[in-house]
């Protein structure tokens, strides 16, 4: 068990609550968002009701768009605590609290002081990006904490073996390693194994060439851990291909894994550009910070140390960075992972700041920002109970399934008119039930002269002449509830 000097347990009892505050006090006053929250929660929910938890499914049909451990944390929560917004966030929140603390241990390992340790934790908790993946039912936070693991259990690791120590002494940390990349691949494909693999092998390079080491110790582990850590997922793979064929293996381990990235499965496809604009606008409010501590260290001629630690930070933001700008399919949620890195490396600049330049030298900086994290906690807490009374009904489809649920139409067979990922969703979520796709007007037009039906179907043209409508408005977009 990991014990800490008393200034590093204050401040870590300190990040806890700030943490447990931050994440876990909004995520239930907000409905899931017309965006994938309705598709990840539905297919949760899917799992729930049907108790097939091998095949992830969207409205009865198969959804191999990510693997499944998302969904399977968030389905175990669903059935031990029901059905809520609370349940379908509870996973992101966790994984963005276990993020926050692992990057203090991770400061403290690297030999911050514990305030700055603290530091590291509170960046990267609001960072306006990472805050708001951390109150979405999406799968990218999971991915983030679980590459977060896998390099802070390297990093220990690699210390443990430069300092010679004994490799069975370090075993538990090599198969939580090994867990980590396993479960981010099984989290989200081979991001999951590229992304810290990527930036622990470019710094081990770093490490042979300025020690002039080889450290054949962590090459091996580096490899065996990597080759190890596909077996869950090919674990999972194989009973897909068992009970289903291997159409479906194809499609989650080839299409949605290297076509994303070759541009052959074209979504999100964005130019090479495209995220040179989105890291200053994500880290924010943090952002400004870092550009003001790099211009007065310029300014004042002080260089950042090219240390151990520099260089495993700079590794970890430099090459996966350039694998993502590499890949065809772009979003700004898929740099998520590289913002802890950011956090820990503004909090060691904070430091360098404050105690070398000579006009911040003089001021009660902890205080300072101790008033600052107070002053953030406070807004990012009201912000997400804000958000969620304000929004509930613009960038919800939870108004027009409570109206639906009240109204006759739920006496009437339900139809869906639109092959839309977030609806199909939806009626899993909000409905617990599978409801038949009509992919043509001819279809619709077949089934409304034949009996009375309710359709759930996106505005259009002419759609009053079918039948009786209610219309809402989702996220910009017109949908409405068609009965005859």
Not at 70 to 98: D, E, Q
Not at 159 to 180: C, D, Q, T, V, Y
Not at 315 to 321: D, G, Q
Not at 429 to 439: E, M
Request: hydrophobic share 50%; charged share 15%; aromatic share 18%.
């Amino acid at each position: 068990m990991l014990k800490f000097k008393e200034s590093y347990s204050v401040y870590f009892l300190i990040l806890v609550i700030f943490a447990l505050l931050l994440f876990f006090s909004g995520i239930g006053f907000k409905q899931l968002w017309k965006t994938d929250e309705t598709r990840v929660a539905g297919i949760s929910a899917s799992m729930v009701r049907t108790g097939d938890y091998l095949m992830p499914k969207l409205n009865g049909e198969p959804f191999l768009e990510y693997p499944p451990m998302y969904y399977w944390v968030t389905a175990t929560f669903y059935k031990i605590f029901g059905k809520s917004m609370f349940t379908s966030r509870l996973a992101s929140a966790l994984c963005a609290f276990g993020t926050a603390l692992l990057l203090f241990f991770l400061s403290k390992e690297m030999k911050f002081e514990s305030f700055y340790c603290f530091m590291s934790g509170v960046i990267i908790s609001t960072c306006g990006q990472f805050w708001s993946v951390a109150n979405r039912c999406i799968v990218d936070m999971m991915l983030c904490f679980f590459i977060v693991a896998a390099m802070y259990c390297f990093y220990k690791i690699h210390e443990f073996l430069s300092h010679n120590e004994k490799i069975r002494n370090n075993f538990i940390w090599m198969l939580l390693f090994i867990s980590s990349i396993g479960f981010g691949i099984l989290t989200k494909s081979l991001l999951g194994l590229a992304v810290p693999s990527c930036a622990i092998f470019f710094w081990l390079i770093s490490e042979c060439i300025w020690k002039k080491k080889i450290f054949f110790k962590s090459w091996i582990i580096l490899v065996i851990g990597s080759v190890l850590s596909l077996f869950p997922a090919a674990f999972w793979l194989v009973k897909i291909y068992l009970k289903y064929g291997l159409q479906y293996v194809k499609a989650t381990a080839v299409e949605n894994t290297f076509g994303r990235f070759s541009g052959f499965y074209s979504q999100h496809a964005n130019p090479v550009y495209y995220y040179l604009g989105k890291i200053p606008e994500q880290f924010l409010p943090w952002t400004i910070v870092l550009v003001g501590i790099v211009l007065l260290m310029i300014i004042y001629k002080k260089k950042l140390p090219l240390n151990t630690n520099i260089r495993f930070l700079l590794c970890w933001i430099m090459f996966p960075f350039i694998l993502f700008v590499m890949s065809e399919g772009k979003r700004p949620v898929y740099l998520l992972p590289l913002y802890p890195a950011f956090a820990v490396l503004l909090s060691f600049l904070i430091w360098k700041a404050t105690t070398e330049i000579p006009i911040l030298v003089s001021c009660q900086w902890k205080k300072i920002w101790f008033t600052v994290s107070s002053l953030l906690l406070l807004a990012f807490v009201a912000a997400g109970i804000m958000i969620g009374i304000l929004y509930n009904k613009k960038y919800t489809y939870y108004p027009m399934f409570e109206y639906y649920q009240k109204s006759k139409c739920s006496q009437k067979p339900l139809f869906l008119y639109s092959n839309t990922e977030s609806m199909r969703g939806a009626i899993n979520y909000y409905l617990n039930k599978d409801v038949p796709l009509i992919t043509t007007k001819n279809e619709l037009n077949e089934l409304i002269a034949q009996k009375k039906i309710c359709v759930l179907i996106p505005d259009f043209n002419g759609v009053e002449s079918y039948g009786k409508i209610k219309k809402f408005k989702v996220k910009g977009d017109d949908w409405c509830i068609l009965e005859n």
